[in-house]
């Protein structure tokens, strides 16, 4: 219990996150063409770990989130990480494979995905 509460007060974006739904993320009222096939490469990909809407889970962070905004991890921090995948270092869910089954157009679509939904959010 000590060591539960002491999480959630390192990590007040996760207190509220035991599942897969994100009650925190609001999805933009419509999505771009190409951010909607990237949502379908994302649901594929990526959901399993940051959740459907981007929430997060317990395998993996919010990418709706502060600490993603553009100014602090541009668009090649999405290129890298689903490349070469990326070793634990803001948070405590451990490292994130690579994802080499995914394709540089597909990328680009999950990009633009998440850049909409971060903007929904009033993350730009
Ligand atoms: C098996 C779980 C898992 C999957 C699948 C996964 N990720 Fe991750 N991802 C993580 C974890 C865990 C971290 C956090 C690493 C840290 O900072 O501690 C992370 C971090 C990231 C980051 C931040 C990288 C950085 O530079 O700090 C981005 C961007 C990202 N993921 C995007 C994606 C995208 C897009 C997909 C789908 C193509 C994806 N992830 C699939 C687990 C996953």
Do not use: K
Not at 32 to 45: D, H, I, K, V, W
Not at 88 to 110: K, L, R, T
Request: charged share 15%; with cysteine.
């Amino acid at each position: 219990m000590a060591l539960l509460a002491g999480a959630a007060l390192a990590l007040p974006a996760l207190s509220a996150r035991g599942d897969q739904t994100a009650p925190g993320v609001t999805m933009p009222a419509s999505l771009s063409p190409m951010a909607r096939l990237g949502q379908m490469s994302y649901t594929r990909n990526c959901a399993a770990c940051h959740g459907p809407q981007g929430g997060g889970t317990r395998q993996g962070p919010p990418l709706i989130h502060r600490i993603y905004e553009p100014s602090h991890h541009a668009d090649i921090a999405f290129v890298m990480a689903i490349q070469r995948g990326t070793r634990q270092h803001h948070w405590p869910f451990g490292d994130m494979p690579p994802q080499p089954q995914v394709s540089q157009d597909e990328i680009d679509a999950i990009i633009r995905f998440v850049r909409e939904v971060q903007r929904a959010n009033g993350i730009e």
